[in-house]
DNA sequence: ACCTCACATTTACGATTATCGATATATGGA
DNA sequence: TCCATATATCGATAATCGTAAATGTGAGGT
């Protein structure tokens, strides 16, 4: 429960681009091969090779091979961990009694 | 439309340190003065001044200062900006008629 | 076998960011 | 007014991140 932050920061180090924004905004149309995520983002194939990795590594992006092409998408499981976090980050306490309106001064 | 993406990434920056996901969490039982955050955290002083400038700058909290003190919470408006946010990165497309399942292959 | 295509990985470098110590700016009380 | 407390800002340094050139890999065609 510790350093569960460490884990969750890692997840939104994958969000806080702009290329890896554009790059989901992209793949929320569906499906789409890596030739055509480059030539839709105006960058370098080795700079979008980079991106994809750590989009994939963060569970939100998976990757499928298909021969000689590697067809990306939004995972399912990514955009319910996305949920869940989001939760944990600005929702609302989970407990009532967790002192909700606790006087802080001093 | 465009550069929607640079002001996204801007807000999700705030979210990706291990630190500001923690003052978060403490922030979630309620509001909490500087000083509280401060021995709660293992951070110097000038730094957890740092974090808060970062989460207040993204707008998902707010600072309310009463006499010497500076009490910080997480804004309504905070939460519900977050909210969309999520939809617009994982979320699904907008309409049916934007090729969900197109053919990627070139 | 060889070559090419389509990506992935490695490596390096500039830019950004986090951290801390020191200093500055409030705020309230004597 | 001066002093003490609570934050903010200003250095400087170390770590991290984004980018691209060079290289590696694996599949398909000849």
């Known amino acids: 429960m510790e350093t569960d932050f460490r884990r969750n ?3 939104f180090k994958a969000f806080c681009d702009e290329n890896r924004l554009k790059i989901l905004g992209l793949l929320r ?5 890596a030739c055509k995520l480059l030539e839709e983002m105006g960058i370098g ?3 979008l090779s980079h991106h994809m990795r ?3 590594a963060s569970g939100v992006v998976v990757g499928r091979r298909e021969g000689k ?4 998408s939004i995972s399912e499981e990514g955009r319910e961990r996305v949920k869940g976090l989001i ?3 600005a929702g609302r306490a989970p407990k009532g009694g ?3 309106v606790e006087e802080s001064r001093p």
């Open 29 to 33: 149309g569906g499906e789409k091969c």
């Open 87 to 89: 939760e944990q980050v």
């Open 9 to 11: 920061a890692e997840i």
């Open 69 to 72: 092409w590697v067809h990306y």
């Open 98 to 100: 967790e002192a909700p």
């Open 45 to 47: 194939q080795s700079t």
């Open 54 to 56: 750590i989009l994939c």
